[in-house]
């Protein structure tokens, strides 16, 4: 084992990783970054079809962004927004997110991640109704398999049954209904219908609670690490229209879907969501710096604002000038290279057309792609589209071997998922596909010997 190996083993703990692994193998330790690579200890090249969590947008040697930190940090490296303060990163960055999202959403609360983001969402809107008179109405609605984030609110605010199980979550006041996953859930439905009886899922919900005690809503456009699932068509517009109905807020987490992901700045765009709230993190800075926002809109900020009490939330990293100043250069950097319009119109159908071609794999049941995110469904029989018995891991199987490949692919149980970084090329593209046709080949013949 490696210094570093012997090091981790001996004082890391590790998010979300398996330690008879971890304690077998040694962690894998990644030395460096170039464009869509990373380079471990043994120089191995990986390509990074998941762009590290989702969030290195613009790959990992983006030099703008790296002098703007440099920068920053030799004029101001820290200072915070507490007590009537601010600071010009801050405040730029503020004014450029108001311009590129959503009309009404012209407010920022600055946080350190995703997780703080939910957090302070979840405060928000129970203090939006409190000033209101209404502070009975605390319930937040959220999907089951949901990720929104590692907090006891963003845990609770998840789905996830397992999160659930470890410290008694969620917290009193967070509800769960049905995801609209159609290949899970709803086959032998039609899609469009199935869409539509999910989002109805939302009003019974609502009427069984009572309205006067619903908060808000929220929801990934596109449930991510829930195993990239794309809605039907037919599931924003309901969704909308009920919380448009019954005065319900909407909140938006574009943690993953945000910064051009799915071809347009914010998947809001992308399915003509109007939110109340919405939730960025990772693609903000490219990953390059912990930073997020929560966008508020007009009509809850001047509730909050024009109430006589401080709203008593914050934290120390809230608009960290460095890191501003990297999301500054991240949108400056999209901006300059069309990087949103190349997604939508170039480098997002090139991967879609290659992806979709998995699906005639003999171990895929189905593959599914929208914008830059996309998965595919390892089954026993495409057939029948049973699943692997759980005891063959499937996708733990095909992720492992991925990785000796040289290939970065997560795996969701048995669902294989990609969100490679935005500036890929279509050559690279090609080296994706051909490594994820070969690590298929590889995991069937494995699972079938
Ligand atoms: N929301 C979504 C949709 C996420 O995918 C994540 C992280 O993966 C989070 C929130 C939490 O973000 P963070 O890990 O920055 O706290």
Known sequence: ?????????????????????????????????????????????????????????????????????????????????????????????????????????????????????????????????????????????????????????????????????????????????????????????????????????????????????????????IQGAGGVIIPPDSYWPEIQRICDHYGILLIVDEVICGFGRTGEWFASQTYAITPDLMCLAKGITSGYLPLGAVMVSDRIAQVLQEHDDEFTHGFTYSGHPVACAVALATIEEMEKNHLVEKVRNDIAPYLAQKWLALAEHPLVGEARIKGMMAAIELVENKATLKRYNKTKAAGTLCRNICVSNGLIMRAVGDTMIIAPPLIISKAEVDELIQLAWQCLDQTYAQLTS
Not at 43 to 72: F, T
């Open 1 to 221: 084992m490696s210094l570093s190996q012997q090091q981790d083993r001996q004082h890391c703990f590790h998010p979300f990783s398996n330690y008879h692994q971890l304690n077998r193998d040694g962690a894998r330790v990644i030395v460096k970054g170039e464009g869509i690579y990373v380079y471990d200890e043994q120089g191995n090249k990986i390509l990074d079809a998941m762009a590290g969590l989702w969030c290195v947008n613009l790959g990992y040697s983006a030099k703008p962004l790296i002098e703007a930190a440099q920068k920053q940090f030799n004029t101001l490296p820290y200072y915070n927004l507490f007590f009537q303060t601010t600071h010009s990163p801050a405040a730029k960055l503020a004014a450029k997110l108001a311009e590129i999202t959503p009309a009404k959403l012209n407010h920022v609360f600055f946080t350190g991640s995703g997780s703080e983001c939910n957090d302070t969402v979840l405060r928000t809107v129970r203090h939006y109704w409190a000033c209101l008179g209404q502070p009975q109405k605390q319930i937040v609605i959220s999907r089951d398999n949901a990720y929104h984030g590692s907090t006891m609110a963003g845990a609770s605010l998840g789905g996830m049954k397992p999160m659930h199980a470890q410290g008694g979550l969620p917290i009193p006041g967070i509800v769960h209904i049905p995801q609209p996953y159609h290949f899970g859930e709803g086959q032998g439905v039609d899609v469009e219908m199935f869409g539509q009886q999910r989002a109805q899922l939302l009003e019974q919900k609502i009427l069984e609670l009572g309205v006067e005690n619903v908060a808000a809503f929220i929801a990934e456009p």
